[in-house]
């Protein structure tokens, strides 16, 4: 994985909780690892969800994601509206959460089990701010 692309230096990476994505199915396979196939289910659920990060950069946000078969999504930074997180029992203990984005526009990045939910949330509110400063705000439109 790349730091740069195209001159653009990458700001910020959000990486997924092992525990957040496959925590369940991943116990699992390793209460019944004495069978081969669960253990090598195991390994590669593990290798795949080290492999999702989303990548935002000055102007794009960029998603990859996949092992054997790998994908990429680009999409134009839009403005940012708020910020949330929500934690679930198991989030709370092993330090995953779901960030909430609200967007000008559709926010179709998925933000579930997200290690660092709080340090994800100050760079995203931080990126509001800049937005903000910059003009770039959605401004409320008032209909007669």
Request: net charge neutral; aromatic share 14%; hydrophobic share 40%.
């Given at each position: 994985m790349a730091n740069e692309n195209n001159g653009n230096k990458v700001r910020y990476t959000a990486y997924r909780s092992l525990a957040?994505?496959?925590?369940?199915?991943?116990f699992l396979c390793f209460l019944f690892c004495w069978l081969i196939l669960p253990a090598i289910y195991g390994i590669y659920l593990a290798i795949e969800n080290?492999?999702?990060?989303?990548?935002?950069?000055d102007d794009k946000i960029v998603t990859r994601s996949g092992v054997i078969s790998t994908s990429e999504k680009r999409s134009v930074?839009?403005?940012?509206?708020?910020v949330s997180v929500e934690?679930?029992?198991?989030g709370k203990i092993?330090?995953?959460?779901?960030?909430?984005?609200?967007t000008?526009?559709?926010?179709?990045?998925?933000?579930?089990?997200i290690k660092d939910p709080e340090e994800f949330k100050a760079y995203l509110e931080s990126l509001m701010n800049k937005q903000a400063a910059a003009g770039f705000a959605a401004r409320p439109v008032v209909a007669n």
């Amino acid at each position: 994985m790349a730091n740069e692309n195209n001159g653009n230096k990458v700001r910020y990476t959000a990486y997924r909780s092992l525990a957040g994505t496959c925590g369940g199915r991943l116990f699992l396979c390793f209460l019944f690892c004495w069978l081969i196939l669960p253990a090598i289910y195991g390994i590669y659920l593990a290798i795949e969800n080290s492999c999702y990060c989303i990548e935002f950069y000055d102007d794009k946000i960029v998603t990859r994601s996949g092992v054997i078969s790998t994908s990429e999504k680009r999409s134009v930074l839009m403005p940012i509206m708020g910020v949330s997180v929500e934690y679930t029992f198991w989030g709370k203990i092993w330090g995953y959460g779901n960030v909430h984005v609200d967007t000008v526009g559709q926010w179709d990045i998925n933000t579930q089990a997200i290690k660092d939910p709080e340090e994800f949330k100050a760079y995203l509110e931080s990126l509001m701010n800049k937005q903000a400063a910059a003009g770039f705000a959605a401004r409320p439109v008032v209909a007669n």
